[in-house]
Nanobody, 127 residues
Framework: VQLQASGGGLAQTGGSLRLSCAASGFTFSMHVMGWFRQAPGKGREFVAG????????RYTDSVKGRFTVSRDNDKNTVYLQMNSLKPEDTAVYYCAAVYASLYFYSPPTREEDYDYWGQGTQVTVSS
């Protein structure tokens, strides 16, 4: 099982970045996908998640209206489009996966509910 996150980097306040997470070694379409982040000195927090069907998405309040999670089951990839970036978005971003038997299962927000994790990609937003 592998989750390979990419797309992080340095952005200015108000800028955009698009993260990608390529999955392999498991049946991607049978898994709910989530994005988490961990800022320096803080715990890992839920950012966004998407159901198997991509019809159910979930966001933490601080990114609603700015971030968009999507997936391409043909490419085994989940994305996080981040717009209107703020310095407080600076963190290491992780993608995660959990098996879901239900097609419309809502993405969980607790990290302990996820089975697989990627290695993380650094996002730094300068003020």
């Amino acid at each position: 099982v592998q989750l390979q996150a990419s797309g992080g980097g340095l952005a200015q306040t108000g800028g955009s970045l698009r993260l990608s997470c390529a999955a392999s070694g498991f049946t991607f379409s049978m898994h709910v996908m989530g994005w988490f982040r961990q800022a320096p000195g803080k715990g890992r927090e839920f950012v966004a998640g998407i159901s198997r069907s991509d019809t159910v998405t979930r966001y933490t309040d601080s990114v609603k209206g700015r971030f968009t999670v999507s997936r391409d089951n043909d490419k085994n990839t989940v994305y996080l489009q981040m717009n209107s970036l703020k310095p407080e978005d600076t963190a290491v971003y992780y993608c995660a996966a959990v098996y879901a038997s239900l097609y419309f299962y809502s993405p969980p927000t607790r990290e302990e509910d996820y089975d697989y994790w990627g290695q993380g990609t650094q996002v730094t937003v300068s003020s």
